[in-house]
């Protein structure tokens, strides 16, 4: 090996090994929170098919309230709400998913962030 690519060699090295270092456990089992803008993208992403999940807007299936009509509804709470996410597994059949602790977390909090005092229901 010559000089030149030795010296190659021992550049390259620290970078190789930094690229293989792995993360200790106790950070490789904490998550980043989930963000306000990653549960909008979240409740798009698994309930927007049906469920209009904007602050104003139709769902798209009419039989599936729109997220501000849940939002206000009679009654509603942080717990009633996290319990029926839970607990929703395939019922309706249209939500047969699972959601994790935390998505089940950053959903109920952008449920709630559309109530809204003044809320009229869409006709």
Same mark, same amino acid.
């Given at each position: 090996?010559?000089? /030149? /690519?030795?010296?190659?060699?021992? =550049?390259?090295?620290?970078?190789?090994?930094? /690229?293989? &270092?792995?993360?200790?456990?106790? &950070? !490789?089992? %904490?998550?980043? #929170?989930?963000? $306000?803008?990653?549960?909008? /993208?979240?409740? &798009? %992403? %698994?309930?927007?098919?049906?469920?209009?999940?904007?602050?104003?807007?139709?769902?798209?299936? #009419?039989?599936?309230?729109?997220?501000?009509? =849940?939002? *206000?509804?009679?009654?509603?709470?942080? !717990?009633?709400?996290? *319990?029926?996410?839970? *607990?929703?597994?395939?019922?309706?059949?249209?939500?047969?998913?699972?959601?994790?602790?935390?998505?089940? $977390?950053?959903?109920? $909090?952008? =449920?709630? $962030?559309?109530?809204?005092?003044?809320?009229?229901?869409?006709?």
């Amino acid at each position: 090996m010559s000089n /030149a /690519a030795f010296k190659s060699c021992l =550049i390259a090295l620290p970078l190789l090994l930094g /690229a293989c &270092q792995t993360v200790p456990d106790e &950070q !490789a089992d %904490a998550a980043a #929170p989930i963000t $306000s803008a990653d549960a909008h /993208a979240l409740a &798009q %992403a %698994a309930c927007g098919g049906c469920h209009s999940v904007e602050r104003y807007g139709l769902s798209p299936n #009419p039989k599936s309230p729109e997220f501000p009509t =849940i939002a *206000n509804a009679r009654g509603l709470s942080v !717990a009633t709400l996290t *319990n029926w996410l839970r *607990n929703a597994h395939n019922y309706p059949e249209e939500m047969d998913f699972y959601l994790e602790d935390d998505e089940v $977390s950053a959903l109920v $909090s952008y =449920i709630l $962030s559309l109530r809204d005092e003044d809320y009229q229901p869409p006709r």
